[in-house]
């Protein structure tokens, strides 16, 4: 198991210094940065190189994470969308090859997040296995594993279980296509987070960890030692990524709905230390033996 965090942590906007923020969570002892697959579309190639090879020399892992805007849904019902969509993430995973990064995880099944102004949910999934199975083939040619990102009712209608996850993988039947399950998601639309983990068995292959209020394990009531327990059960060896969220405004306020200062005026320095004591926590949970 290796241990990550989302970029967007210290901020309220979906942007960074992403050479920073490296150096910074692998001093902090984290082993994975997930960054904003869209922005790699926005880098130059010398940038993609540099943050590959800082990377290399940190011992750092790159993962990427996508919610793919509306006019590009790859189950849209119309096709030119659906072509868009494919585009969009076929030259993410093109970029991500240039930049030795071999996970993309989120809402690539669809668009994110959803406005429920189309509510045929078989329409949608059928559309959306199709696209995959066409994703797939650049996800092979990339070396890359795409993970269905399952969330819960008020971002999609379309993956918000572990059982829902294995039925759309299988209609995909690639060996590039698994799950990425999220503890807030889960904590929500699960009748047990353990459970839910032995559900997507071997698929899974990336986990999401954030408390149901999207703060950092350890600081709420999610059972975290019975977690770490299944992740065990089904020897769970991928990335386990926090997505904590902690400020309101920007973007990443309105998106994320974050409508108060969560961490209370913490300061920089504060949060280092919250993130790093969660590491901590995750670290005895997740890997000590019973
Ligand atoms: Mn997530």
Redesign the pocket.
């Known amino acids: 198991m290796k241990f990550g965090t989302l970029y967007s942590y210290w901020g309220n906007t979906w942007s960074c210094d992403y050479l920073e923020t490296a150096k910074r969570v692998r001093k902090l002892g984290f082993d994975i940065l997930e960054i904003g697959a869209g922005h790699l579309l926005e880098m130059e190639d010398e940038e993609i190189l540099a943050l590959r090879n800082l990377a290399r020399d940190l011992g750092l892992t790159i993962t990427c994470n996508i919610g793919p805007p509306k006019d590009k849904d790859v189950a849209s019902s119309d096709a030119s969308v659906r072509r868009a969509g494919i585009k969009f993430l076929t030259d993410i995973m093109n970029a991500m090859n240039r930049l030795d990064s071999k996970i993309i995880v989120g809402v690539q099944y669809t668009y994110w997040p959803n406005d429920f102004s189309d509510l045929d949910k078989p329409a949608i999934w059928k559309r959306g296995v199709e696209s995959m199975k066409k994703l797939a083939v650049a996800a092979v040619e990339n070396d890359v594993r795409i993970c269905l990102?399952v969330?819960n009712r008020f971002e999609t209608h379309i993956l918000n279980t572990a059982a829902e996850a294995n039925q759309f993988c299988d209609e995909v039947g690639s060996d590039n296509v698994g799950v990425?399950l999220?503890t807030?998601?889960m904590n929500i639309e699960e009748d047990n987070i353990a459970e839910a983990i032995r559900t997507s068995g071997s698929r899974l292959w990336h986990l999401?960890v954030g408390e149901g209020n999207r703060k950092v394990p350890g600081e709420g009531s999610l059972p975290w030692a019975e977690i770490g327990k299944s992740l065990r059960d089904i020897r769970f060896d991928g990335g386990v990524v926090m997505?904590p969220f902690y400020y309101d405004g920007g973007q990443v306020g309105k998106d994320i709905k974050v409508w108060r200062d969560i961490s209370e005026g913490a300061s920089p320095e504060e949060m280092d230390t919250r993130i790093a004591d969660s590491l901590t926590f995750l670290r005895k949970n997740f890997l000590t033996e019973d």
């Open positions: 990102e969330v990425l999220d807030f998601h999401h997505e």
